[in-house]
């Protein structure tokens, strides 16, 4: 089955600096690689996601890339905003099992004013 | 519109006792999804739903958990007998299957479940 490992575990940035998560999987069928923010006492939100055939996604500050060869995937935050403190979930799914997702361990992500 | 709903939104339950839980998709949506995060933890997949029926159950972690899914609809994850090992935060998920958003998955804000 899918395996899908994320880095670091923890990250601190100060406010106005950049963020960088990364996933590996283990899975070439993978073909769906979503992205979600996860804040206390809620449920994880989609923010970002990025399909097979397309390399890199921007929304804002926000950004995905994808390099399908190496089977990792990074998201990308500009600018961070305390706002942005969160737990990050990668996953990773295929079109053959009806987008179940393999989810990483999140990265608990501190923006510090 | 509506998002994901589940209820309850806590529920403490003494050891060996049952527990249902409640999972409204969106409208429309066919696909649906069970997971469990454990305090800190990632999320562990349970099981899904196409429609109605189940493709893959292989998360369930033992014969205790069950899920159903009727009308196309809610859902219910039973657990008997509950373990102290089963507290955990219960998460649903929904998305569309077909079309540009397919598989964007859509959570509700969980069931928190502790078992005393």
């Known amino acids: 089955g899918e395996n899908v490992e994320q880095h670091p575990s923890t990250l601190s940035v100060q406010e106005g600096d950049s963020a960088v998560i990364k996933c590996t999987y283990s899975d070439s069928a993978s073909n769906y690689f979503p992205w979600y923010k996860q804040e206390l006492g809620k449920g994880p939100q989609l923010i970002i996601d990025?399909?097979?055939?397309?390399g890199e996604k921007k929304d804002q500050r926000i950004a995905v890339t994808l390099n399908k060869t190496a089977k990792h995937f990074s998201l990308h935050i500009t600018e961070t905003q305390p706002e942005d403190s969160a737990v990050y979930f990668c996953a990773a799914s295929d079109n053959t099992n009806a987008g179940k997702s393999t989810f990483g361990d999140g990265t608990t992500l501190t923006v510090k004013p | 519109g509506a998002g994901v709903s589940q209820s309850p939104s806590n529920k403490v339950t003494e050891k060996g006792k049952d527990v249902e839980l409640r999972c409204d998709p969106i409208s429309g949506h066919t696909a649906l999804y069970w997971y469990r995060q454990s305090l800190g933890q990632g999320l562990e997949f349970l099981i899904y739903?196409?429609?109605?029926?189940?493709?893959?159950k292989s998360g369930l972690p033992s014969d205790r958990f069950s899920a159903e899914r009727t009308g196309g609809s809610v859902s219910t994850l039973t657990i008997q007998r509950t373990q102290q090992e089963d507290s955990a935060v219960y998460l649903c998920?929904?998305?569309?299957?077909?079309?540009?958003?397919?598989?964007?998955?859509?959570f509700g804000p969980g069931t928190r479940l502790t078992v005393t």
């Open positions: 998920a929904s998305s569309l299957v077909g079309g540009r958003r397919t598989y964007e998955q859509y």
């Open positions: 739903f196409q429609g109605n029926s189940a493709p893959d």
């Open positions: 990025i399909r097979s055939n397309v």
